[in-house]
């Protein structure tokens, strides 16, 4: 938007009506210029100012990059690091618990074989107390069954007595009936 340049009333007077317009069409160009001119450096230095940023934010890319890709090499050593020592560690670990248990498994079989053994002390002596009682309980059903046995000849003996008194008390006073009647 050009600015009309005004000139005093008395420059106008001096001069012409001519040569003053003149001369405002003049410095109305001359503003034009310098405009344009303003215009067209501003642009040059914003696109100068535009690619130096853009150079700025592609050192930056690339130092961050640089930063970055340091920073993941020292992460993955570490990693690396302290995967291997946790490795180690687990290895030590896990020959410490096979250790323990091998210490484990020694000590209960020894146990084992001492209970085994004081078990075996300690059934073969209730074997023998027990064959011992057992041999004097079938001494002892033995004497009894003899006993038994005599008994039952015994009362077998004893019934045959009675019973031929029953059988002789029965007969004689039948067969004194029978001969009542056969007569």
């Known amino acids: 938007m050009p600015v009309t340049a005004k000139l005093s009333r008395k420059f106008y007077e ?3 009506d001519d040569i003053a317009n003149e001369l405002v069409e003049w410095f109305n160009q001359v ?5 344009a001119d303003l215009l067209q450096i501003n642009e040059l230095n914003f696109s100068r100012f535009d690619a130096k940023l853009e150079q700025r934010i592609a050192q930056l ?6 930063k970055w890709n340091q920073f993941e090499a020292k992460l993955e050593k570490r990693l690396a690091q302290l995967e291997v020592k946790f490795e180690q560690r687990l290895a030590e670990f896990k020959l410490e618990v096979l250790g323990q248990l091998s210490q484990f498994r020694t000590d209960m079989e020894q146990r084992f074989e001492q209970l085994d053994s004081k078990w075996s002390d300690r059934l073969a002596g209730l074997d023998s107390r027990w064959t011992g009682r057992l041999a004097g309980l079938e001494a002892r059903v033995e004497q009894l069954e003899v006993r038994i046995d005599q008994r ?3 009362t077998k003996a004893e019934l045959m007595k009675w019973m031929f008194v029953y059988w002789a008390g029965t007969i004689v006073p039948l067969g004194g009936v029978i001969y009542l009647l056969v007569r």
Do not use: H, M, S, V
Not at 31 to 35: G, P, S, V
């Open 61 to 66: 890319d690339a130092k961050w990059d640089r």
């Open 14 to 16: 001096t001069l012409g």
């Open 152 to 154: 039952a000849a015994e």
């Open 31 to 35: 503003d034009a210029t310098y405009r």
